[in-house]
Nanobody, 124 residues
Framework: QVQLVESGGGLVQAGGSLRLSCAAS????????MGWFRQAPGKEREFVAG????????VYTDSVKGRFTISRDNAKNTVDLQMNSLKPEDTAVYYC?????????????????WGQGTQVTVSS
């Protein structure tokens, strides 16, 4: 069982930046892929970014490419999401997720472990 705890959310103006962090505790062996999802009110949870165990594969949804960067530090069991040039449509609760897979899944149904979420609000 892996526990995931997100931090770093908040309120920011459009064009600003935020950095989210997710700390994993418990057993995270090799091939533990991690990802970030978000869910806005009235919408389904959507994939934002994911990163493979060694960090060699990073996947982004089209709407955040060039603005968001995912990274991980396996020594610290953390995965971060640097969000730049934020837009009001990025407003959502952001969730960290993890699963033992060689690939980086985009579907939330394929992830086993979830954090509680952190709110990101971007004002116009």
């Amino acid at each position: 069982q892996v526990q995931l705890v997100e931090s770093g959310g908040g309120l920011v103006q459009a064009g600003g930046s935020l950095r989210l962090s997710c700390a994993a505790s418990g057993r995270t062996d090799r091939w533990y892929t991690m990802g970030w999802f978000r869910q806005a009110p009235g919408k389904e949870r959507e994939f934002v970014a994911g990163i493979s165990w060694r960090g060699g594969t990073m996947v982004y949804t089209d709407s955040v490419k060039g603005r968001f960067t995912i990274s991980r530090d396996n020594a610290k069991n953390t995965v971060d999401l640097q969000m730049n040039s934020l837009k009001p449509e990025d407003t959502a609760v952001y969730y960290c997720a993890g699963v033992y897979k060689l690939v980086v899944p985009r579907s939330p149904q394929l992830y086993d472990d979830w954090g509680q979420g952190t709110q990101v609000t971007v004002s116009s």
